[in-house]
């Protein structure tokens, strides 16, 4: 969809060119991911919606799969477009990269093919190897996993090569190298069985949670630091201090935070506390950064134009509304509601209704999408050589609809997960059928209608922005020509 960026600027940085090139696949498997919520938020309605078509269980499938396989692509895409800047060398093994690529890629379409055309069957051995493995979140079958394993490793390998050979080492690439060591090693824990199904999910959450919660948070961090230095000139001590407290933070508040998931499957009932407790730290040092940023920033064009001069100004007007997002998203996706329902004596009545999944739309986006979002309007900007790109109609309804449609959606679930506690958990008893029941009645269908309507607002906003990074760049080398 970013084919159109004319990568001249690029030339003699293949990185930055590799960067552009998972930067435009990402962002299609972004709408494909919107797609698909919007029809599973059509079948919760309509439940006989492509029936026997395209299966509610796929759609959600391929939903949630795409969420994160277009964040991933966007993070490789982005660390290959920090490394020039941040190591001051040429990176090493673009050539294995640009396979990498192409290999990922090609298996990414192929899983995807074949969830939708083979959306029922017996689950076998040779199932488990070519159609899915069934494990959700991570239905992947078990030669796309080694791939995926394969791709990581040649990336890991590029930018760590590269990090060694410089003689720069900042601090935002001394823990993204540490931090992207633990996000391949994570994603092996789930790539094992045991036949105790209790320990079988302790290690399937080592992925789930504690990949999502510590690894991608600080890679979140490495690019806000990142970002605020090249967009406003942010002192780079400042940046990485909080970027060191955000790995202290993290590293240990994400491990133990997954401690609200474990009395669910047989652990001691004090993880209930520990895991409540730690979980709600997490999003704190990246809130503290923006917070600190800004205030000096802010600090420092007041006393610029109380001498009567400029100060300094963004370089990037949609790239810093998106990173600005991003602060108050994690604070209240990741933050409030992840605390909404992850006090143990909520969470027996929360746990596994729609409340997850509101927490679930809002975090992914506010901690994640927002800043890979803002990436890509950096990598527009430098792809057109443009000194200055300037919010227009199209970045303003990009960022207002979807941000406005992801909060309804979260908004909707929230009031349908709040039906199911009342009405299911704690005046029916959590049997299977109060679960019907609490499914039929008004304020669940009607939280489900409003949860679709916001997905088509959402998508709405998607095309705006798809519109926006495929224009804006030509707009402002047009202008400064």
Not at 311 to 338: C, D, E, K, R
Request: without cysteine; glycine residues 10%.
């Amino acid at each position: 969809m970013l084919n159109s960026i004319k990568t001249n600027h690029f030339e003699g940085n293949a990185s930055k060119e590799l960067g552009m090139m998972y930067f435009r696949v990402a962002i299609i498997l972004f709408g494909a991911q919107l797609l698909m919520g919007l029809i599973a938020a059509i079948q919760f309605l309509v439940p006989g919606f492509l029936f026997e078509l395209f299966d509610f269980s796929i759609a959600r499938m391929v939903h949630i799969n795409a969420l994160v396989v277009w964040m991933l692509y966007a993070m490789i895409g982005a660390t290959y477009f920090l490394l020039p800047d941040e190591t001051d060398v040429e990176p090493i093994g673009i050539g294995l990269g640009k396979l990498g690529f192409w290999v990922l890629t090609a298996a990414v379409t192929v899983v995807v093919l074949v969830f939708i055309f083979v959306q029922v069957g017996a689950g076998t051995e040779a199932s488990i190897w070519l159609i899915t493995e069934g494990r959700e979140y991570i239905e992947a079958p078990r030669w796309a996993d080694i791939g995926i394993v394969v791709v990581v490793l040649i990336f890991y390998f590029n930018v760590f090569a590269t990090f060694i050979k410089s003689s720069k080492k900042t601090g935002i690439m001394t823990v993204m190298i540490a931090n992207l060591l633990a996000l391949a090693g994570l994603y092996l824990a789930g790539m094992f069985y045991t036949d105790n199904i209790s320990m079988d999910q302790f290690w399937w959450w080592w992925v789930i949670h504690l990949w999502v919660e510590a690894t991608w948070e600080v890679f979140v961090g490495t690019l806000a630091a990142f970002a605020l230095i090249k967009l406003i000139g942010a002192k780079r001590e400042v940046v990485e201090m909080w970027l060191w407290i955000e790995v202290l933070m993290l590293f240990g508040s994400g491990i133990l935070g997954m401690g609200h998931h474990y009395f669910w499957i047989g652990t001691p009932e004090y993880w209930w506390e520990i895991g409540a407790l730690f979980s709600a730290l997490e999003p704190v040092p990246l809130i503290a950064m923006f917070v600190h940023v800004l205030y000096d920033w802010g600090k420092e064009q007041g006393i610029a134009k109380a001498k009567g001069e400029t100060g300094s100004v963004i370089t990037n007007g949609p790239a810093m509304a998106w990173i600005v997002l991003n602060a108050f998203g994690n604070f209240l996706g990741a933050g409030i509601w992840g605390f909404f329902h992850t006090l143990p004596q909520v969470n027996i009545y929360t746990h596994g209704t729609q409340f997850t999944a509101a927490h679930g739309h809002l975090s992914f986006f506010g901690a994640y999408a927002t800043i890979l979002i803002g990436m890509m309007y950096i990598g527009v900007q430098g792809a057109y050589g443009a000194k200055r790109m300037k919010m227009n109609f199209n970045s303003k309804m990009g960022i207002f609809l979807t941000a406005f449609g992801v909060m309804g959606m979260t908004v909707a679930l929230t009031i349908a997960g709040y039906e199911q506690v009342l009405v299911e958990r704690a005046e029916l008893g959590a049997t299977w059928n109060a679960f019907f029941v609490a499914q039929n009645l008004p304020w669940y269908v009607q939280g489900q209608m409003w949860r679709a309507i916001m997905g088509v607002v959402t998508l709405i906003g998607f095309i705006y922005l798809a519109v926006d990074l495929l224009t804006i760049g030509k707009k402002a080398q047009a202008e400064e020509a």
